[in-house]
Every structure is written in structure tokens, then in C-alpha cells.
């Protein structure tokens, strides 16, 4: 920090020369206000703080995106990831010019273009379950011979199981992922697959989509839920900062 104790809390980057002020109020509780400080034609989206560390949770989490949203309604946006604090603006212009190539590259790719998340979730969480046991021979044996025998007896043969069956959830995942971002890829100027953030998500990805794609993504997404009705249900997020598609090297 400073001395007098203040820093500058980071929302993201943008290319502009004029001196900006935003009507959204920043991370802290104070609600400091949001300007751009800047070096030529890049400037960073900041707001005072006073602290050089923040602790994740729903409030800052939100004004940190609400921020971020609130730029993109007027720019290309790098964004930067959530806690990010420089000591005071000098920092933040010099990190601005010692990456100036690589952030006027990343914006310049960006432009007109947004990130939209897609994610599938199975229907009934017990479903690849009953497939993997249609389909895998072996470990129907390994259950009817556990189901046969008494607890006791039947150890070795319930690790080996739980090993089949947690190979086979993981092959399945992949599998199903990779058949519907196949089918979404190519409409898409790039793709992240993420991994799922819990048992019952299938698929965790992100579509970077040029402005004028969202009709034709979301035909497509759509027959991919009348194709998996039974089975999964599909949500889109979007449009959001793109966060999977940015690669900021942001020290100090």
C-alpha cells in the first residue's frame, strides 16, 4: 500500500485515452468511485482501496463483476480476476506499459466478440449409473457377486467396483463433452472446457461468440436439448467478461 494507506482495487483493462468515470460503486464498503487511470491508449478501471488483500464472498464478488459488466456496455474489456490491488496508480501505469503489446493483442482479438457459458447437468443424478451398468459386463459381475456374498467377504471386490465405476463416470463425462462442444465449436471463435464443479454437471464450458453468432449458438443449443430431453438439461450464461479467453500477466 501507499503511504498514506490507500491502493488502487483492478476491474479490468480497456483501450482509450479519455479519462473515464463510471456510475458503479467499486469492491470496497466505502463505495469508492470508479475511474480509469491510464498509459496512452490503455487505460485500467480502478477505485481506491484499502486493503491489499480481499476475502471472496458474495457481496465483493458481485460488485466486482457488476463493475466489469458496467465497462463492457461501452468496451472491449480484459478483465481482471477477483482480489487484484496495485500501490496506487504509478503501479498501474507501469504495468500498463510494460505489457502494452500483449494487452492492445488481446483486446484487439476480443473486439466484438463476448464469452458465454454453457452447462449441462444430468436430469437424474443416478442415470449414468444404470447406463454404465447396461453397458459394462464386468461390473454387473463385480455387483451380483457382492450382492451374493456377505459383507466380509466381499472387500477387494467392492474397491474394485467403486475403481470400475468411478473410470467409467469419468470416461462417459468426457465422452458426452466432448459430443456437444463439438457440436458448438464451430460456431464459436474459441472453446474452454472447465471441469465440472460438481457430480452432477456433465459438461463446464466456454464460447467465446463474435456479436451476430448468439442466434445461430442458441438454435444449436436448443436441438441439444431435444436431443438429450431425457437426460440432461442445458443453461447459457451470457454475455460475460471473458475471463477463460484472457491471459493477464498482472505483478507488481
Request: proline letters at 4%; one cysteine or more.
Amino acid at each position: 500500500m501507499t503511504e498514506n494507506g490507500k491502493g488502487n482495487y483492478l476491474y479490468c483493462i480497456v483501450k482509450t485515452e479519455c479519462p473515464l468515470r463510471f456510475v458503479c460503486s467499486g469492491v470496497n464498503e466505502a463505495k469508492e468511485e470508479v475511474y480509469t487511470v491510464h498509459a496512452g491508449e490503455l487505460a485500467a478501471v480502478t477505485s481506491r482501496c484499502a486493503a491489499d488483500t480481499y476475502h471472496f464472498n458474495r457481496s465483493t464478488a458481485i460488485a466486482h463483476q457488476l463493475v466489469i459488466q458496467e465497462v463492457m456496455r461501452r468496451f472491449t474489456v480484459l478483465p481482471v480476476s477477483f482480489g487484484v490491488a496495485a500501490q496506487g496508480e504509478k503501479a498501474i501505469q507501469e504495468l500498463l506499459e510494460r505489457h502494452r503489446q500483449q494487452f492492445l493483442s488481446q483486446l484487439t482479438y476480443l473486439d466484438n466478440k463476448a464469452e458465454y457459458g454453457v452447462k449441462a447437468l444430468w436430469k437424474d443424478k443416478d442415470l449414468p449409473f444404470r447406463q454404465i451398468l447396461e453397458e459394462r459386463d464386468d461390473i454387473r459381475r463385480y455387483r451380483d457377486e457382492i450382492a451374493r456374498r456377505r459383507p466380509s467377504e466381499t472387500y477387494e471386490a467392492r474397491i474394485q467396483i467403486g475403481r470400475l465405476v468411478q473410470e467409467a463416470l469419468v470416461s462417459k463425462r468426457e465422452s458426452e463433452t466432448r459430443r456437444i462442444v463439438e457440436r458448438l465449436k464451430p460456431l464459436a471463435a474459441d472453446a474452454r472446457v472447465n471441469t465440472p464443479r460438481m457430480d452432477q454437471m456433465v459438461v463446464n464450458a466456454a464460447f467465446l461468440l463474435v456479436k451476430g453468432a448468439e442466434t445461430a449458438f442458441d438454435v444449436a443449443l436448443q436441438e441439444l436439448d431435444k436431443q438429450y430431453d431425457d437426460q440432461m438439461r442445458f443453461r447459457l450464461v451470457g454475455p460475460s467478461p471473458p475471463f477463460n479467453f484472457v491471459n493477464m500477466p498482472i505483478s507488481w
